[in-house]
């Protein structure tokens, strides 16, 4: 074959490629990763493969979003099953532009696009990472220079295990909260430090955990020899404890065994609390899906019965089984979801159902009953009746303005009362259920009918009574009139909700969407995210270039937006130096966004966390600047603030170091189903006050514990909850540092700071402060004005009482 002038340039090219494609293939299929190798979140971005291309680590795009979650995946299987994600609470959910790199000195660091680090797989000393390897089983590997293990995946498991893992004492699976959503969810499998394999749920956002609805049986007891020592996952996909005389207890229960050498196989701790195997067949060509081999329980409606908290499905709502035997929750009629999102979520009553709410409507015959069969709600009774009948059991409930549901089963008839908890059908029970419902469908929402209400009403009917009975001649020049007035009143709408305006009596603005678009740059460089929303920072032209910090809110209401400007009306009121001034608002459409002042020093998280420890004098300062913000909130501004989200977060710091408390108004803002961190639960995980869990009334006594833990963590130096310390007890701040202060152990509380120990006197009365915060009694915590004069030393603190008596039988 003859070669022209132009083949013969470009035949260095190819020779170029032949030499770096087996390079290229092989960086790609040898599982191995490189110290400084790293990847973008972007649409198709490459993940890190293992040899044989079973499994890949990268960036999965979660649905729409433009939000990436670094993950281990089946690479082969077209819906790209996750097996692993970064952990965290909720897990890193990255935006475009951040990347994961495997260093030496911190293993695999994920970063956002500005360079923030948002996470972390491990810090290792001497030499550090050498490799990372991708392997066969789905595990990734970091190794140092003689191949030793440093750390892996299948030794920080998420929700799911694979064939060769295994679990210590002491390890365990999180569910995910729902199918889509990779935050904690309730339910958890754990190895106790007894043995025993346990699938219990637990109250979030706190790490409480509920009676297991499953147990292998496999604690110590009174012989050592059968107590669990190891879960184990096998290489052959045999899921078994394994006991200490070297016995097996299969999980299967006898079932056969899928072939791992022909299937893929994972087992995974469902967002429903059902921990179930699966398999995969390898060469289905892409046609395949996943079969369930086996699952416990057999019967999640019939296993869980949750006696202080919701059982796999939320409050008034009864579980049923699917085909697949996984459970499925409903509603009652006439009840719908609070959060139309969360399926498996509690639902509220269409209707207003009370004592107080009868009375507004004095008339017989307000209820009808729907009656269901070996339906029950066993842990609502509040009354049980025997000997009773039927019927009697179904008036009886009628008449009682608390009932709202009667079961009446062999002669006895149990009478229950809102919220009503671990809703099932059982067809053993032979029982029948009354459910009491509103006719006319009275409700609060569209409107509460008071006295005054009812008074403007009848002024209206007479006067169109008055209107309709005069002459034809009169009645067209009162339209006429009447179309005059909507025009001008339309007019002044129009004029009022102008896009930029100032607030009457406020040095506060109202900002169209569109200016703080182009004042963020489009919402680029983001300043933090929480539960209420995502800050961004940004430049405005107010006479000189002005930084700020503008919040977006993630619910959006439209119809509140008479209740948003007032609210925000009422905070703008607020001026302290140790709260964060709020500039103007955003109210645009279906946009609701905060604009405040910009403080350069970032969170108090930051500063406490950080790896230098700020001096003694500096933290007892900032401490004092948020009791009194606190007090202004409670007590000293026109109406009374209750934050319900105090946590170091929150609280920012100016140039001086001084305290700012921020996001203060959102708890007026937003309604308390909003709440994206719990149902009618605010707050964060560690920070939470206990009555928030026990349907006690909230007040500021709430703010109280949250400064307690936040004063705790300004003492230490530490996280309220720390589950990696190094130290038995220590990882609950609250419970260690009253052990510390009991035994007259301050200086290993601060471990041994110089600085603090020689204000010895100060460090006492703060650490006691804190312990009568957090006592689980409110009515024991001190108001926050007590708190600053405490702190202060004005009046003397006495010795607190234990902070939490009640938590062992709670």
């Known amino acids: 074959m003859a070669l022209f002038p132009g083949d013969l340039l470009l035949l260095p090219l190819f020779l170029l490629l032949l030499i770096l494609l087996p390079n290229s293939a092989l960086s790609q299929t040898n599982g191995n990763v490189t110290v400084g190798t790293s990847l973008t979140a972007a649409d198709n971005s490459s993940p890190w493969l293992s040899a044989s291309g079973d499994f890949a680590l990268g960036f999965r795009q979660l649905g729409s979003q433009d939000l990436f979650l670094l993950s281990i995946w089946y690479a082969k299987i077209p819906d790209k099953t996750i097996v692993w994600y970064a952990n965290g609470d909720p897990p890193p959910q990255v935006p475009r532009g951040s990347r994961v790199t495997l260093t030496a000195d911190r293993g695999l660091v994920l970063t956002s696009p500005q360079g923030q680090e948002l996470w972390k797989s491990q810090s290792f000393t001497g030499d550090g990472a050498s490799l990372g390897v991708m392997s066969d089983e789905g595990n990734f590997i970091i190794e140092d220079r003689s191949s030793e293990k440093l750390w892996d995946t299948f030794s920080h498991p998420t929700d799911t295990m694979l064939p060769s893992q295994t679990m210590d004492r002491g390890g365990g699976l999180s569910s995910r909260q729902t199918e889509t959503n990779f935050s904690k969810g309730r339910f958890q499998l754990r190895l106790q430090q007894d043995g025993n394999l346990v699938l219990n749920s637990i109250n979030l956002p706190t790490d409480f955990a509920n009676s297991p609805y499953y147990a292998s049986e496999t604690d110590e007891g009174t012989n050592l020899s059968t107590a669990g020592t190891q879960f184990v996952f096998s290489e052959t996909g045999n899921l078994y404890v394994l006991r200490a005389n070297k016995e097996r207890l299969s999980l299967a229960g006898g079932n056969s065994s899928v072939s791992a050498r022909d299937n893929y196989i994972r087992a995974t701790l469902n967002f429903d609390g059902v921990f179930t195997q699966y398999y995969y067949p390898k060469n289905s060509s892409g046609n395949g899906k996943w079969t369930v081999s086996w699952s416990i329980p057999d019967n999640m409606c019939q296993n869980t019965l949750i006696s202080a908290g919701v059982g796999v ?117 032979n029982s029948r259920a009354f459910i009491k419902l509103r006719k006319d469908n009275f409700s609060l929402p569209d409107g509460h009918i ?361």
């Open 313 to 429: 499905c939320g409050h008034n709502t009864i579980c049923t089984l699917n085909e697949d035997s996984r459970p499925k929750c409903q509603c009652i009629k006439k009840y719908s979801l609070i959060d139309p999102n969360d399926v498996y979520g509690s639902c509220k009553p269409d209707f207003i159902q009370g004592c107080a709410e009868d009375e507004l409507t004095p008339k017989q015959d307000l209820y009808e009953v729907l009656e269901l069969t070996n339906a029950d709600w066993p842990l609502s009774d509040y009354v049980e009746l025997k000997p009773f009948n039927g019927d009697a059991c179904k008036q009886s409930c009628l008449e009682d303005c608390m009932c709202a549901v009667a079961i009446f089963r062999d002669g006895t008839c149990w009478k229950k009362k809102l919220p009503l908890s671990n809703g099932r059908f059982d067809g053993s029970l």
């Open 450 to 810: 008071t006295d005054k209400n009812r008074k403007n009403q009848d002024s209206l009917i007479r006067a169109g009574a008055a209107i309709l009975g005069t002459s034809v001649f009169v009645n067209i020049l009162l339209a006429a009139a009447v179309c005059v007035g909507f025009f001008f009143i339309y007019q002044k709408k129009t004029k009022t909700f102008a896009p930029i305006q100032h607030v009457p009596d406020l040095n506060m603005r109202c900002f169209a969407y569109e200016e703080l678009d182009q004042a963020t740059d489009g919402f680029k460089e983001e300043l933090g995210r929480g539960a209420f929303g995502v800050v961004y920072k940004g430049t405005l032209q107010m006479g000189s270039a002005v930084i700020i910090a503008v919040k977006k809110l993630n619910f959006v209401l439209p119809e509140t937006e008479k209740e948003f400007r007032n609210e925000v009306n009422v905070i703008g009121q607020t001026h302290h130096k140790n709260l964060v001034r709020l500039l103007g608002y955003c109210d645009d459409g279906q946009n609701r966004l905060l604009v405040y002042e910009y403080l350069q020093n970032g969170t108090l998280a930051n500063f406490v966390f950080g790896d230098i420890k700020p001096s003694w004098n500096h933290r007892t300062g900032i401490a004092l600047g948020i009791a009194k913000g606190l007090l202004y909130l409670h007590e000293e501004c026109s109406t009374q603030i209750i934050h319900c989200d105090i946590k170091p977060q929150n609280i920012l710091l100016d140039e001086y170091n001084n305290a700012k408390i921020s996001d203060f108004g959102l708890a007026k803002l937003l309604m308390m189903d909003q709440s994206q961190t719990h149902t009618a639960i605010r707050g964060t995980k560690g920070y939470v006050a206990p009555e928030w869990f026990r349907n006690m009334p909230i007040t500021s006594k709430v703010d109280v514990y949250s400064f307690g833990v936040v004063l705790l963590e300004i003492i230490c130096c530490r996280k309220s909850v720390d589950m990696e310390i190094s130290g038995e007890g220590k990882e609950i701040l609250t419970d260690w540092a009253y052990d510390c202060f009991r035994e007259g152990s301050l200086d290993v509380l601060v471990n041994s700071e110089a600085e603090a120990l020689e204000d010895k006197k100060r460090l006492e009365i703060y650490v006691m402060v804190s312990m009568w915060c957090i006592q689980e009694n409110p009515s024991l915590r001190p108001n926050m004005r007590s708190v600053v004069q405490m702190l202060e030393g004005v009046v003397e603190v006495h010795v607190p009482p234990c902070p939490s008596p009640y938590s062992i039988t709670m």
